[in-house]
């Protein structure tokens, strides 16, 4: 690169000084730059390179980042879909409402599953088997208060 | 700013006599044939190149605003896709980015001056050619720095009067001087097409400076 002595027209003493001459106002002509257009120059070149390098580590990280989010979508989405996590999330909604004390024991034997709008069925639930076994209301004729 | 306005600054007839007397200012600069080194970093190497590279630029083009656009983007192009290069083949493609850009713009020049002539705009209302802005002269050393723009803008009148092809081979070979495998790495042709092209527009150029003997 650079070797300039392989030009052919230096064989040609003419066409040398012709050569030479013109370098030599290229040089003066490049030396000579307006600072104006020097700073602009020197700008460009800045923003080539700082250009250049967030868009390499970006095209290097885009991939992993979003690899990293699709990977944690998936362990979410197959974490909820798990029968036993979705009872007990509904256990702990169920558990979560107000009960009384007595009434625990006996309710959770009696409840295999219980939904968050069930639970005034299930806080009356003493009620209803006393209702039950009543006889009286069980076999109560129709329009018995004539 | 626009430093070589040569058609403002000197008649096209007057162009040849005024490069002698500028050239005279100019002669006495050592030879530019020294080879220059590799840089080490791509940041050394577009600092290195930017200066030349935009008179290159603005030689073929004309225009100083384009000439800085052609440039930046070479340089963008360059960090971009050829970074990872060795340091040996950037001035090459660096060289052959900035070409292609350069033939880019005078080709859409070519279709936008087309334009303009044939809906009548490049004129003003009285069919006068538009005025371009020159830069004063802001220099520490005023009539050197005049006899060395006008022997630059002679030189640059002379270059843009060549045909395409003669006028890249001569910017990369000579100006630039680039070898002849760098030069036509950069012009995508052969050393053969550097040599024929190199010696067409050195029979062309001997003639308009003639007067540089």
Redesign the interface.
């Known amino acids: ?9 230096n064989g040609l003493q ?2 040398a ?18 600072s ?3 700073l ?3 700008l ?2 800045r ?3 700082n ?2 390098a967030p ?1 390499s580590s970006t095209r290097l990280w885009a991939p992993i980042a979003g690899g990293a989010m699709a990977c944690c979508a998936l362990a979410i989405g197959v974490a909820l879909m798990r029968p036993d996590v979705r009872i007990a999330t509904t256990m702990n909604v169920a558990s979560s409402a107000p009960i009384a004390a007595g009434q625990v024991d006996d309710a959770s034997d009696d409840l295999p599953e219980v939904a968050s709008t069930q639970m005034e069925m299930v806080q009356d639930l003493d009620f209803y088997r006393w209702l039950a076994a009543q006889p009286s209301v069980a076999s109560a004729p129709r329009g018995g208060n004539r | 700013m626009r430093e070589t306005t040569d058609a403002e600054t000197i008649p096209a007839s007057g162009v040849v006599m005024n490069a002698v007397a500028a050239l005279e200012a100019v002669a006495a600069a050592p030879a530019a044939d020294a080879v220059r080194p590799i840089a080490a970093t791509l940041e050394a190497f577009l600092a290195s190149v930017e200066r030349r590279a935009w008179r290159v630029a603005e030689i073929a083009l004309h225009d100083p605003e384009e000439a800085m656009d052609a440039v930046q983007d070479a340089m963008l192009r360059l960090v971009r896709h050829y970074a990872g290069k060795p340091a040996e083949e950037w001035p090459p493609l660096f060289w052959g980015i900035l070409r292609r850009r350069i033939t880019d713009l005078q080709r859409r020049r070519t279709v936008r001056n087309r334009v303009l002539v044939w809906t009548g705009r490049a004129t003003n209302d009285d069919n006068e050619e538009l005025p371009a802005w020159e830069a004063p002269d802001l220099g520490p050393d005023p009539p050197r720095a005049l006899a060395s723009r006008q022997a630059h803008a002679a030189m640059s009148k002379a270059i843009r009067a060549l045909p395409r092809r003669q006028q890249q081979a001569f910017l990369l070979r000579v100006l630039e001087g680039l070898d002849v495998a760098d030069t036509a790495k950069a012009m995508g042709c052969s050393a053969g097409s550097v040599k024929t092209h190199l010696s067409r527009a050195m029979d062309a150029l001997r003639t308009q400076l003639e007067d540089w003997r």
């Open positions: 690169m650079n070797n300039l002595p392989d030009n052919t027209f003419g066409d000084e012709v050569e030479s001459r013109a370098r030599a106002v290229f040089r003066t002509a490049c030396e000579n730059v307006d104006y257009h020097a602009r120059l020197g460009a070149r923003k080539a390179l250009a250049a868009h």
